[in-house]
């Protein structure tokens, strides 16, 4: 797989305001830039809701320069986004990560290529596990037909499989279980964690089990960013509403925004700001 660096890892800069010219003349202070960090995707699909997640991320904050770049798969390459932001003067930028969990490319990718660029730059914690992340997977079950238990012999046959890529890193499935039990605090219903690739268990394996245990009123939650590969084949597994990616959603927005404003009040660290309030 091409990863975006794999040069070794260097100190994260600590972020200072890039000079903006005034009206006077003299260079005014403005903000870091925000580099939203996509995966990448073969899916054409994937490109453009990265593309409207972003739009949204500009109309609640219009004076933040917002721009995207890719691990593999897509153009623009995250080296490009930075050499290009180089080439402009941009003196700052903070990595956003479009990604739900801890990882290799969150922990090793991103920061590496960072720590490579010209532009000085602090990294974000990914997007999950957070509250707002919940907000975007219960609206998303609801547009696809999920509807809360009215009895209680109703919420015993319920559950709801959180669909996942999932990881090698054990990280990645401890952030995923915090969601899934973020989410079934919501819905008051099980909620389990499931993985297209790498982790166990499957998807249709974890939709096995719960219809094993008599719960056969099963949604699946997609886990995902953007649609892709592995979001269809988890949508495919489901005997009942399969919920859409979690794309442009508000609340993904105002999560994307959230984990900027904690990277720029972080202290200068050499590893992402992984906090998940």
Do not use: F, K
């Given at each position: 797989m091409k990863r975006i660096s794999s040069q070794p890892a260097a100190r994260i800069?600590?972020?200072?305001?890039?000079?903006?010219?005034?009206t006077d003349g003299r260079r005014r202070p403005g903000p870091p830039a925000l580099v939203a960090v996509a995966h990448g995707s073969r899916d054409p699909r994937a490109l453009s809701t990265v593309h409207a997640l972003l739009d949204r991320v500009r109309a609640l904050r219009p004076e933040l320069p917002v721009h995207l770049g890719h691990i593999e798969l897509n153009e623009p390459l995250l080296t490009d986004t930075l050499a290009r932001l180089d080439a402009t003067d941009t003196a700052d930028a903070v990595l956003v990560p479009l990604l739900l969990s801890r990882g290799y490319h969150v922990k090793r990718d991103i920061p590496e290529t960072a720590a490579?660029?010209?532009?000085?730059?602090?990294?974000?914690?990914?997007?999950?596990?957070?509250?707002?992340?919940?907000?975007?997977?219960?609206?998303?079950?609801?547009?696809?037909?999920?509807?809360?238990?009215?009895?209680?012999?109703?919420?015993?046959?319920?559950?709801?499989?959180?669909?996942?890529?999932?990881?090698?890193?054990?990280d990645a499935a401890v952030d995923t279980g915090r969601t899934a039990r973020l989410l079934s605090a919501r819905l008051g219903v099980p909620v389990v964690p499931a993985y297209a690739t790498t982790s166990a268990p499957t998807v249709p394996l974890a939709i096995e089990a719960l219809t094993a245990r008599g719960r056969h009123r099963v949604a699946v939650a997609s886990y995902f960013t953007a649609p892709g590969r592995f979001?269809?084949?988890?949508?495919?597994?489901?005997p009942g509403p399969a919920a859409a990616p979690l794309g442009p959603?508000?609340?993904?927005?105002?999560?994307?925004?959230?984990?900027?404003?904690q990277a720029t009040a972080a202290p200068a660290r050499t590893t992402p700001h992984l906090a998940s309030a």
């Open positions: 800069g600590l972020v200072r305001p890039a000079p903006r010219p005034g490579t660029a010209r532009v000085r730059t602090r990294v974000a914690a990914p997007l999950g596990p957070h509250p707002l992340l919940v907000d975007a997977l219960h609206a998303r079950l609801t547009e696809a037909g999920w509807r809360a238990p009215t009895s209680d012999a109703e919420r015993r046959t319920s559950a709801v499989v959180l669909a996942a890529a999932g990881s090698r890193d054990p979001a269809t084949e988890s949508a495919a597994a489901a959603h508000e609340a993904m927005a105002r999560l994307v925004l959230h984990r900027y404003d």
